[in-house]
């Protein structure tokens, strides 16, 4: 039997019926850029250039109608390359009004979504028949795709009402109100703190910042074994130390033990190990997670967090440190991109995220030297 004929994704005569709509009614502008924020969404070259150009009006000020968006297209010499004013006409007459522009809008976007995945699938397929082409590479690649795709989904998502806003500021408050705990979120395991904050709350990208040896991971080690302990699921990419040594200072953290003595001297008497066995069987059960591998680009410490929430439910992630990332050369550049990253994936997993960051020597005034700092 022949195969069927794949059309791609397009919604032609929606297309037609939106800028129609835009060109005798300006009322629909700003619905219509409330879901397509480019001209890229459109499947016609000409149609792109149209809306290109009503965009262009209406970021300036500037009215929107039939002869406005004639001129616009002269200035940008493309009118006649979309068959002139009579094609612009033509549209106008399409429809009567801008009723359902937002409806069809949507519409339109998913049909640019699905050319998106189909193009990005098809990257994909090609890379991997590549021989020399490296696996990470392509895993990097394919999550950037899927990561721009989904910022396009979101970007078209309506805007919260303000009714709804109230409502949840009084959901918030019932909830405070018959919490019996000074803890809101997941513990940092200072009680001071933890009054101070309620704890670390959903959606939130804290950065800790302090110099070399100043106790950044002293301190998160501390947030994640009391996190651990209070049911919270930790996920821990540690980029500076190995999971054994991640290991050592959580025993460390959790026990009178001193560090010299799990890593240079070993104990002095023998019945120290029965208190040591004792712990690790105690800190065993804990729910924490830890990826040690070194220069981690933000797009694998996405993959690794979207896994550690899918199987184990996470509620707290802890990334050391933001500047030993893997990606742009300019450590500036680098450093901004994950910070980026970091705040998508507290806002997409619905969990805290917390990135050590470390700060020069030359930062702080010498009255001020030796402070941590939360942001």
Request: one cysteine or more; a positive charge; charged letters at 25%.
């Given at each position: ?366 009255q001020q030297k030796g402070r941590l700092y939360i942001t």
């Amino acid at each position: 039997m022949e195969s069927l004929k794949k059309i791609i994704p397009q919604a032609i005569d929606l297309e037609n019926a939106v800028l129609g709509a835009l060109l005798i009614d300006a009322r629909g502008v700003d619905q219509a850029l409330e879901v397509i924020k480019s001209e890229n969404v459109f499947y016609l070259e000409a149609h792109k250039q149209i809306f290109k150009a009503i965009k262009i009006l209406n970021d300036t000020s500037n009215p929107v109608d039939l002869l406005s968006v004639a001129d616009q297209l002269k200035k940008l010499n493309k009118l006649k390359f979309i068959g002139g004013e009579f094609y612009l006409l033509e549209l106008s007459q399409k429809v009567s009004s801008s009723a359902h522009i937002e409806y069809h809008c949507r519409i339109l976007l998913q049909e640019f979504v699905k050319r998106e995945l189909i193009k990005a699938g098809t990257q994909i397929v090609e890379n991997c028949y590549k021989p020399s082409e490296d696996i990470f590479k392509i895993l990097d690649s394919a999550d950037q795709s899927f990561t721009a795709i989904n910022e396009l989904v979101n970007s078209g998502q309506k805007t919260s009402s303000w009714s709804e806003s109230l409502k949840a500021v009084a959901s918030r408050v019932e909830f405070l109100t018959n919490n019996d705990s000074n803890i809101t979120g997941v513990t940092t395991g200072l009680k001071k703190l933890d009054l101070f904050l309620g704890g670390w709350q959903k959606q939130d990208f804290i950065v800790i910042g302090a110099r070399p040896g100043m106790g950044k991971t002293a301190f998160t080690v501390n947030n994640m074994i009391a996190a651990a302990k209070s049911g919270v699921a930790v996920g821990f990419m540690s980029m500076e130390m190995s999971d054994v040594q991640l290991a050592t200072r959580s025993v460390a953290v959790n026990s009178d033990f001193h560090m010299k003595q799990l890593n240079k001297t070993g104990f002095e008497k023998i019945k120290y190990f029965e208190t040591l066995n004792t712990l690790i069987n105690e800190m065993q059960s804990l729910p924490i997670y830890i990826e040690d591998r070194p220069s981690l680009t933000i797009s694998e410490i996405k993959r690794t967090a979207r896994k550690w929430k899918r199987k184990h439910q996470i509620g707290l992630l802890i990334v050391d440190y933001i500047q030993l990332t893997g990606g742009h050369n300019d450590i500036r550049i680098r450093t901004g991109e994950t910070s980026r990253g970091l705040k998508h994936i507290a806002k997409e997993l619905d969990i805290p995220v917390i990135g050590l960051s470390q700060l020069s020597r030359a930062v702080e005034p010498p009255q001020q030297k030796g402070r941590l700092y939360i942001t």
